[in-house]
């Protein structure tokens, strides 16, 4: 199946930085979701992005399924952004995303 | 909020027990996912039902079955629990005829002691 990486696992920015999150996969997809989850387990859609650009308030992501990989940027990061951020491609005619490790977000103030 | 709904929020329960999670998807919703997430094996995906069928199927143990209701509800039966089973259930919903987006629940927490 498809093999998902995340980078970095881990990041810690001070509150008002930028960051960019990636996902890389192994091979061609139909569909793409980011999602964040926050301290309390939570899962929450940020994107669902099968190529291209969008943009929502202080996040946006780009996907480019020709070179296998999605990005998350964050900008102006604030506390509330901690959590850990998930990318979930998936392929063909399936409908079932493979997550990655996730990369692990703390925001300080 | 999501609009998926689960029941309970969190459960604690002895090993050789057998417990049931409840899941109402997304108005509209057709499909129904479940997800097993745990420290070692991080976010996976169990079984989908679509419109009350069995669709696809990956980690899942014999020990765990689901179903899909006629209203679209859907409950993942987990029987003869060991401690490894402690983890986070997920179920998501999705219309699944075009746009997949996947829409998740809160989750039930699965403490088995």
């Known amino acids: 199946g498809i093999q998902v990486e995340q980078s970095p696992p881990d990041l810690i920015l001070q509150e008002g930085a930028n960051s960019t999150l990636r996902c890389n996969f192994s091979d061609s997809v139909n569909n793409l979701q980011w999602f964040h989850q926050n301290p309390w387990g939570q899962l929450i859609n940020l994107f669902y992005?099968?190529?291209g650009t969008k943009q929502n308030g202080r996040l946006s992501a780009t996907t480019v399924a020709t070179e296998r990989y999605s990005l998350l940027y964050i900008s102006s990061s604030q506390t509330t952004d901690s959590g850990v951020y998930f990318c979930?491609?998936?392929?063909?005619?399936?409908?079932?995303?493979?997550f990655g490790r996730g990369t692990s977000l703390i925001v300080h103030p | 909020d999501s609009g998926v709904t689960q029941t309970p929020k969190h459960l604690i329960t002895a090993t050789g027990q057998r417990v049931t999670l409840r899941c109402s998807p997304r108005?509209?919703?057709?499909?129904v996912y479940w997800y097993q997430q745990s420290l070692d094996q991080g976010l996976q995906f169990l079984i989908q039902y679509y419109n009350g069928e069995e669709r696809a199927k990956g980690n899942i143990l014999e020990r765990f079955s689901a179903q899909q209701f006629p209203d679209l509800h859907s409950e993942l039966n987990l029987s003869s629990l060991e401690l490894g089973d402690s983890a986070l259930y997920f179920c998501?919903?999705?219309?699944?005829?075009?746009?997949?987006?996947?829409?998740f629940g809160p989750g039930t927490r699965l403490t088995v002691l």
């Open positions: 979930g491609p998936w392929t063909g005619g399936s409908y079932i995303p493979t």
């Open positions: 998501a919903s999705s219309v699944v005829s075009g746009n997949n987006e996947q829409f």
């Open positions: 992005i099968p190529s």
């Open positions: 108005s509209g919703d057709l499909s």
